[in-house]
């Protein structure tokens, strides 16, 4: 149990266009999901979290209107890069809480996004 | 913020071998976990365990939570064990902070044949 995906896995964009990365969680209600950041051989940083129906919170440094993210809701979030720059090139990582114990955090897969 | 530290940053060993790798946290927690980065990037979870032991097959942990560490285990390495694995934590009794994880830098483990 407890299985979140990620669509898609990779994508290649050019640079000045917009992509939006779903998650989801399959077999549990995610109250809260989270979306992270990871450049390689790094950890992964906390970019944002969302509630169901509740405006997304960003950590400091995280440009809000660049990423987008809607929680509409208990099993989909989606984040959206918009105007993509090569700098924006990354992996990106959602994971959902909700199922017993609440407080866990389950990972997708992971979206690996290259902008040329 | 809390910080977190791992150690070591790297371990190679044959397999077989036994290791331990340790995750340290500079304030009170109520969530910790551990987890196991595979080569494609998945993040597997390992552990939930803000404080106690726990067992699953060749892998145990302990988290100490009056001296803020905790400890994963790794019995009889296998290649199959080679990745990353990642300390995680996390704080706060609710608002916006529940929930939400720090993590530290991971070790990165090489089990050769």
């Known amino acids: 149990g407890a299985v979140v995906s990620q669509h898609p896995s990779w994508v290649i964009c050019k640079s000045g266009t917009s992509v939006k990365i779903e998650c989801r969680s399959l077999d549990f209600q995610a109250t809260t999901m989270f979306w992270y950041r990871q450049f390689p051989k790094q950890s992964l940083m906390l970019m944002a979290t969302s509630n169901e129906g509740s405006k997304a919170t960003y950590e400091q440094g995280v440009e809000k209107d660049k990423f987008l993210i809607n929680h509409a809701s208990l099993t989909l979030s989606t984040l959206t890069v918009t105007s993509a720059h090569p700098e924006d090139s990354s992996f990106y990582i959602c994971?959902?809480?909700?199922?017993?114990?609440?407080?866990?955090?389950?990972f997708g897969p992971g979206t690996r996004l290259t902008v040329t | 913020g809390i910080q977190v530290e791992q150690s070591p940053p790297d371990l190679i060993l044959q397999e077989g071998a036994n290791s331990t790798l340790r995750c340290n946290f500079s304030?009170?927690?109520?969530?910790l976990q551990w987890f196991h980065q595979n080569p494609w990037g998945q993040l597997i979870n390992l552990f939930y365990?803000?404080?106690?032991?726990k067992q699953n097959g060749r892998l145990s942990a302990t988290t100490v939570a009056t001296e803020r560490y905790s400890l994963l285990y790794i019995s009889s390495s296998q290649t199959t064990d080679s990745g990353v694995y990642f300390c995680a934590v996390g704080w706060g009794a609710g608002g916006t902070s529940y929930g939400k994880l720090t993590f530290g830098q991971g070790t990165i483990l090489t089990v050769h044949p």
């Open positions: 994971s959902a809480s909700g199922a017993v114990p609440r407080v866990v955090q389950y």
């Open positions: 365990i803000p404080s106690g032991t």
């Open positions: 304030d009170s927690v109520n969530n």
